[in-house]
C-alpha cells in the first residue's frame, strides 16, 4: 500500500512539473483528488490494511494528498497570476485624453471679494444688513448730515428718479434705517449695490460697496483704526502697511481716508503705475459717526460713540486681482470670469 | 485747485521741501494730487534784443534777424515769426537749450543760413497757448537775464484737492495758514496799504443790502482813471499757472486776490451802470437776464441780483452783465467785494450751470471778515497795473456783522472720543496754531472761538477733530474696541444665496453681474409677471440703452449672454443673482425691489471631454439645475405646470415652477421671435426665480428621519396615453392614491417612448413604483395584490391603457 502511494504521488509530481496553465492543473486535480481519483480511490482501500498499520499509513495518505493538493494550488496560483500579469500587459488607455465633464462655472470677481470681506467683518462679530437700492434724499443724503445745497452733495454725482427719490449713492443710507430700527450696542456690515452718474476706466455707473459701522458706549477713534487695520491686513496679507489719512464725509467727524501700502511695488518703485510711485493706495473712507447723523436717529451722541467706514468693492478686487479695467465687470465676458 | 509754491512763498516761511509739506497736507486733510515743476528750463533760455531784420534770401516768409544777448556780441538766428522787429525784446534759446516741450535746440542751417538758435512764441516756452508769433518781452527787461527770472515762472505747482468743508483753503493764503499750523514754519502776513485821493468813495456811490440773510457784507471801492491794457507778463502767468486765463489788467487783478485770498471780486465800468447806487436784492420774480457770456439766463424770484439804478447787473456771486463789464475803454471802476450766502449762490449756479472759481468759493463759505482787505488789496494792485486813483475809503455795507460764536471744548470728551490723552497745554497750543482763541472756563472745559474764516467750525467735535488733525492720525493708539462677543454671523438668506452660487457654479454656469439698468426696450421684451409693475424710469440716464431699471435679471441677462456669443462663444451658461425694480402703475412714487435669480444657457453648457461638442442641452437638463437647487435649498411641494403665456418663453417649452401651488418663476425656451430679434440660438434656455418668495419656502431646519429597517420591493408600471399626456399626473395619483400612500414610498417615471409600435399620437410611459412598509417586510403576494389594484385604478382614473 505504501509503495502504491508513493508512486501516485511520484506520478502526480512529475504530471504536475509539466504543466503550465491553470486548466491542466485543475486536470490533474480531479485525476488525483476528484471524487474518482487515484488517491481517493485508494483512500478507499485503507480498511483492508491491518488495523496495527492503519494509523500510519493513514497519516502518510493525508501527507501525500496535502502535498499534492498544494502544489496543484501553486501551479494554479502562478497560472492565474501570470495570466493576469498578460491581461494588465495588454489592457492601456490614454490616460492624457481629457476627463468628461461639465466644466465648472465660476463666480464673478466682486461676488467673491465682496464675501471674503464680509466675512472678516462676521468673524469679528458684524451682523450682515441689507437696504433698497432706490433710495430716498433723506436717507441717502439728509440724515447723514449733507444739508441740501451744500457742495458736499457734489461728491457724489447722482441718479434722479423723482423730486424725492435717487438711486443710492452709497451704502450709508443703511446705517441710517439700521439705527431707526434697532438700538445700540450695533455692529452691521451691509454689502450692496450703489450709483454714480460717472463712467470712464475706474469709475463704473453701477458699482459695489460694503459698509460697516459699529456704536456702542465709548468706541474710540483708536479703535476704529484697530479694527480696519486687521480687517485690511486680512484682506490683503497680514504684513500689509496701513495709514489713516484726514479727510472729510459729511457723516464722520474726524474723518479719515485708509490707505494700504501698494500691493505691487510695495513702495518702492517711484515708477509703480499702480500707486502713482506714492508707495500707498487709497483704499477705504472712514470715521467716528457725526453726531448730527446720531441725532437723525434718535441716538445720544453723549451715551454712544461709533465708527463707520465704507470700501468700494471694483476697487478692491482690481488691486487684489490686478484689473486694469472696470469694465471688465460688466462685460461679464466668460473668458474673463472664467479666470477667477 | 492749483496752488503755485513760489506764491506760498510770499504767505509763510518754506523751509521745508515741496515733498514734506505735500506729505503733510495729506495726511491732514489737504489731499496733494500732483506736484508739477514748471518752467525750469527756462532758467537756459534768455532775454534778447533784436538788433536789425533782413529778409531771407532763399524764403519769403522767414527772417535773418542779428539778435544780442549781451552788449558787444551779436548772433544770427532764422526766424519764421511775422511779428519780428527790429528793437523788441524776446526770448532766445541757444543751441544745446532743451525746451520745456522736450525740443532740443540745435545749430542748423535752414535754407543755406546759418542759425544759432531760436526765438521762442509763448507755445514754445510752454507758457501758453499763443503761437502766432515771437513772445515780446518787456522793453526794460535786462539782456541776458533768463526767462524763468523776469517772469518768475520756475516754479512748482501743487494741485490740492479742497474737501467741501476746507473753503478756507480755497485761496494761497489759506494753504499758507495751514501749512503754518501743520509744520510750524512762520506765517508772513504782507500788509496791505492803498494811497487814496481825497474824494471820498461814500459821497459818490450809495450801497444797500435788501436782504442781509443773503448778503452779510458788501464793499465797493472806486478807482478812477484807469487805463485798460494787459497784465505785466509775469501776473499773465501767474495766474496761467493755476488755471486762470488773464484777460485784461483790471479783470486779472480781481482774479488774482480771488486766487490769493479766497475772495472772489467783480470789476463794474462805474460809468457804465445806470446810476451811482448798487442795490442787493432777490429778483422778485422770474425774468430773463442777459448775462456777459451772451446768455440769456431765466431767473427765479429767489435769485440774488445786484442792482443799480434799478436794472440787474449782475447775477451775484455768479456773473456779471455785458453791460457793465471792464471793457477797452473803461476809466472808472466800481469794485465789488461781498460775501453773499453759500446755499444761495450753489443753488442759482447749479440751476443755470454756472460754476465757476467764484461760485465753488461763495459755496463753500468765504471769511466775512476779509472782505474789505480783498478790496484794498484789489484796490491797490489795480492802481499799480492799471493806473488811477482809489476814492478814499470803502462803502461797507455789514449787516451780517456778528461775534463767532464760541465753543465748549471739554477735555474728557477729546480723550474719551479719541482714545488718548492730550495734555491741555498741548490741546491751547494746537488750537492757537489754527488761529483759534482759547480760554479756560470751567474746570477740565475749554472755551475756544475760531477764526472767522473757519466756518466749518461749529461744535465741540469739530474741534476736536482739528486736534486730532493736528496731533496726527499716525499717533492715536491703534486698539481693538471692549465690546461683548456677539454677532449671530451669516443670515439664513445670505446663507441661501451662497449656497445658490456655489451650486450652480458647480453645475456649469459662471456668475454675471450686469448693469441693473436696462434699456426700455429690453425691459418690454421682458416683461415682468405681475402686470402691475412698470418700470423705474431715471432721469438723468447715462444713455437711452440705460434709462430704466430692469423689470427682470432675464433683461439683463441675456444682454451678457449676447455679449458672450458675439465673442464666438457657441456654448455660454450664466446665472446672476440681484434685484429687480418696479414702480406702482397706479400710485406714484412707489417703488420696489425683489432679488431674483436667473439662468441663461445658450446651446448647451459648456463641457470638456471626447465627444462632447456637439452635446446641446435641453429643456430637462436645465429642468434638472433647477431641481438640484430646490433640492439644495430643501424645498418641497415643487410642481411643473405649462406655461404659454409668458411673452418672452416658447409657448410650447415653457413651464412655471410653483412651490405648494403658487408660482416662483418660470423656465423654458427663448420664443423664437425673441431669438431673432436678439440673434441668438433657438436652443436658448431661461430660467427666472423670484427668491425673495421662493426662500420663504426653505425650512428653517433639517429633521432627521430613521433609516428604514424593512426592505423596499419595486415593480414596475407601464402604461399607454395621449401624446399630450402630463406623465406627472400619473406621479400625483400614486401619491394621493388612499389604499397605498401608507405603503408606497415613491414613484419614478424611469422611461418614455413614441414611435413603432406605440399607435401614433401615443406614448408609452414606464414607472417604477417602491413599496416598503415601516413595521414588517411586505411579502411578494401582498406586494403583487396592492400593485394590481394600484394599476387598476389608475388606468381607470386617469383613462390610460395597460400595456
Known sequence: MKEELERIRREALTALAAVSSEADAEQLRLRFLGRKGELTTVVRGLRDVPADERPAVGVYLNEIKTEVEEQIDRVVSQARSQARAAQVARERIDVTVPGKRRQIGHLHPLTQTMEQIVDIFVGLGFNVATGPDVEDDYHNFTALNFPADHPARDMQDTFFIDESHILRTHTSPVQIRVMEALKAPLRVVVPGTTYRHDSDVTHSPMFHQVEGFMVDRKVTFGDLKGVLTLAMQRLFGSGTRVRFRASFFPFTEPSAEVDIGCVICKGAEPSCRICKGTGWLEVLGSGLIDPNVFEAVGYNPEEVSGFAFGMGVERIAMLKYQINDIRLYSNNDVRFLRQF | ?803
Open chain 2, 1 to 803: 485747485m492749483k496752488v503755485s509754491w513760489n506764491w506760498l512763498g510770499e504767505f509763510v516761511e518754506l523751509e521745508w521741501s515741496v515733498e514734506r509739506v505735500a506729505e503733510r497736507l495729506a495726511m491732514s486733510g489737504l489731499e496733494v494730487e500732483s506736484i508739477e515743476q514748471r518752467g525750469r528750463e527756462l532758467g537756459a533760455v534768455l532775454v534778447a534784443e533784436v538788433v536789425q531784420v533782413e529778409r531771407h534770401p532763399g524764403a519769403d516768409r522767414l527772417s535773418v534777424c542779428t539778435i544780442r544777448v549781451e552788449a558787444e556780441q551779436t548772433i544770427r538766428v532764422v526766424c519764421g515769426a511775422p511779428n519780428v522787429r527790429a528793437g523788441l525784446h524776446v526770448p532766445y534759446a541757444a543751441p544745446g537749450v532743451q525746451l520745456p516741450n522736450g525740443k532740443r535746440i540745435e545749430a542748423a542751417e535752414i535754407r543755406g543760413v546759418a542759425s544759432a538758435g531760436m526765438l521762442c512764441s509763448e507755445v514754445e516756452l510752454g507758457l501758453g497757448p499763443d503761437e502766432s508769433g515771437l513772445l515780446i518781452l518787456p522793453s526794460d527787461a535786462v539782456l541776458g537775464d533768463s526767462i524763468a527770472k523776469l517772469l518768475d515762472v520756475d516754479d512748482v505747482v501743487l494741485d490740492i484737492a479742497i474737501t467741501p468743508n476746507r473753503g478756507d483753503c480755497a485761496s494761497v493764503l489759506g494753504v499758507a495758514r495751514e501749512i503754518s499750523a501743520l509744520t510750524g514754519q512762520r506765517l508772513r502776513r504782507p500788509r496791505v496799504s492803498v494811497t487814496e485821493s481825497a474824494q471820498h468813495a461814500a459821497e459818490i456811490l450809495r450801497v444797500k443790502i435788501e436782504d442781509p440773510e443773503l448778503c452779510g457784507r458788501y464793499v465797493a471801492r472806486l478807482i478812477h482813471g484807469v487805463k485798460i491794457g494787459p497784465s505785466p507778463l509775469s501776473l499773465q502767468y501767474r495766474l496761467r499757472s493755476v488755471g486762470i486765463r488773464p484777460h485784461n489788467n483790471v479783470v486779472d487783478v480781481t482774479n488774482f486776490v480771488m486766487i490769493e485770498r479766497g475772495q472772489p471780486l467783480h470789476a463794474f465800468d462805474a460809468q457804465r451802470l445806470p446810476a451811482a447806487e448798487i442795490t442787493v436784492r432777490r429778483a422778485g420774480s422770474a425774468m430773463k437776464y442777459t448775462t456777459l457770456d451772451g446768455q440769456e439766463r431765466d431767473l427765479e424770484a429767489d435769485d440774488l441780483l445786484i442792482t443799480s439804478g434799478g436794472r440787474a447787473v449782475a447775477l451775484a456771486g455768479i456773473m456779471g452783465g455785458a453791460d457793465s463789464e471792464v471793457i477797452d475803454s473803461t476809466q472808472q471802476i466800481l469794485l465789488e467785494s461781498a460775501c453773499f450766502a453759500p446755499s444761495r449762490i450753489r443753488r442759482t449756479a447749479k440751476r443755470l450751470g454756472l460754476r465757476s472759481e467764484a461760485s465753488f468759493r461763495f459755496e463753500r463759505g468765504i471769511d466775512i471778515e476779509a472782505v474789505a482787505t480783498a478790496a484794498d488789496r484789489a484796490a491797490a494792485l489795480i492802481v499799480r497795473y492799471a493806473g488811477g486813483k482809489v476814492a478814499a475809503g470803502r462803502v461797507d455795507e455789514y449787516p451780517g456783522a456778528q461775534p463767532v460764536a464760541p465753543i465748549a471744548l471739554r477735555l474728557a470728551r477729546v480723550g474719551e472720543l479719541l482714545g488718548m490723552e492730550i495734555a491741555k497745554p498741548d490741546v491751547v497750543s494746537q488750537l492757537k496754531a489754527l488761529g483759534m482763541s482759547v480760554t479756560p472756563a470751567t474746570r477740565g472745559t475749554l472755551t475756544v472761538v475760531p477764526p472767522s474764516y473757519r466756518t466749518d467750525i461749529t461744535r465741540e467735535i469739530d474741534v476736536i477733530e482739528e486736534i486730532v488733525r493736528m496731533v496726527g492720525y499716525d499717533n492715536v493708539p491703534t486698539t481693538m474696541p471692549e465690546a461683548a462677543l456677539a454677532g449671530e454671523g451669516l443670515d439664513v438668506i445670505e446663507r441661501c444665496y451662497r449656497e445658490i452660487r456655489r451650486l450652480l457654479s458647480a453645475s456649469g454656469l459662471s456668475e454675471a453681474i450686469p448693469y441693473t439698468f436696462c434699456s426700455p426696450r429690453l425691459n418690454r421684451l421682458f416683461p415682468p409677471a405681475d402686470g402691475a409693475r412698470v418700470p423705474v424710469a431715471i432721469l438723468n440716464p447715462m444713455s437711452g440703452e440705460e434709462s430704466e431699471m430692469r423689470l427682470s435679471v432675464l433683461a439683463a441677462l441675456v444682454r451678457a449672454l449676447k455679449l458672450n456669443v458675439d465673442q464666438a462663444a457657441g456654448h455660454v451658461a450664466l446665472f446672476t443673482l440681484g434685484k429687480v425694480f418696479w414702480s406702482d402703475a397706479t400710485t406714484t412714487g412707489v417703488y420696489g425691489e425683489a432679488m431674483h435669480l436667473a439662468l441663461a444657457v445658450h446651446r448647451g453648457i459648456p463641457m470638456a471631454g471626447v465627444g462632447t461638442r456637439e452635446q446641446q442641452a435641453d429643456f430637462f437638463d436645465v429642468k434638472g439645475i433647477v431641481e438640484s437647487l430646490l433640492e439644495s435649498l430643501r424645498v418641497s411641494g415643487v410642481t411643473w405646470e405649462p406655461a404659454a403665456d409668458v411673452t418672452s418663453f416658447h409657448p410650447g417649452k415653457t413651464a412655471r415652477v410653483l412651490i405648494n401651488g403658487q408660482s416662483v418663476g418660470v423656465i423654458g425656451a427663448l420664443h423664437p421671435d425673441l431669438a431673432d430679434e436678439l440673434n441668438l440660438d433657438a436652443s436658448t434656455w431661461l430660467v427666472e426665480l423670484d427668491l425673495e418668495n421662493l426662500l420663504t419656502y426653505c425650512p428653517p431646519r433639517v429633521g432627521f428621519k430613521e433609516l428604514p429597517r424593512f426592505p423596499v420591493v419595486m415593480r414596475d408600471l407601464a402604461v399607454m396615453a395621449e401624446a399630450q399626456f402630463a406623465s406627472d399626473e400619473v406621479v400625483r395619483f400614486v401619491r394621493e392614491w388612499p389604499e397605498t400612500v401608507a405603503l408606497i414610498e415613491g414613484v419614478q417615471l424611469f422611461d418614455q417612448y413614441s414611435g413603432a409600435p406605440i399607435p401614433e399620437g401615443k406614448k408609452s410611459l414606464a414607472f417604477s413604483v417602491a413599496y416598503r412598509a415601516a413595521d414588517r417586510t411586505l411579502t411578494d403576494v401582498e406586494v403583487n395584490e396592492l400593485h394590481g389594484r394600484l394599476v387598476h385604478a389608475l388606468t381607470m382614473g386617469l383613462g390610460l391603457e395597460q400595456r
